[in-house]
Nanobody, 120 residues
Framework: QVQLVESGGGLVQAGGSLRVSCAAS????????MGWYRQAPGKSRESVAV???????NYADSVKGRFTISKDNAKNTTYLQMNSVKPEDTAVYYC??????????????WGKGTLVTVSS
């Protein structure tokens, strides 16, 4: 019904930058928020950033000041700009959207993830 597809992951050197994208498609009536989680092997999943429909943002302390989340409403897309990346940023990054479809209440949909690897 609703699909989210991430792109832009890859290999980047420590201190460098990378931007990942996530586009939502399907039977979308409205999107309340979009955001990112990440998970490294052997570690728990953690929230990275979120942006609401009104444009307010929230970040994990570990990425605050380095990452920026943004969105393009016309494209139903969110972006995560990752600057000054560190090896500990290496993870699979999962995009989610809190999406309302016609005939339903808002609920979360998830992408399959994109791998970001930061080399030291």
């Amino acid at each position: 019904q609703v699909q989210l597809v991430e792109s832009g992951g890859g290999l980047v050197q420590a201190g460098g930058s990378l931007r990942v994208s996530c586009a939502a498609s399907g039977s979308i009536f409205s999107i309340n928020a979009m955001g990112w989680y990440r998970q490294a092997p052997g570690k728990s999943r953690e929230s990275v950033a979120v942006i609401t429909s009104g444009g307010s943002t929230n970040y994990a302390d570990s990425v605050k000041g380095r990452f920026t989340i943004s969105k393009d409403n016309a494209k139903n897309t969110t972006y995560l700009q990752m600057n000054s990346v560190k090896p500990e940023d290496t993870a699979v990054y999962y995009c989610y959207g809190v999406v309302r479809t016609i005939g339903d209440i808002p609920r979360a949909f998830w992408g399959k993830g994109t791998l970001v690897t930061v080399s030291s």
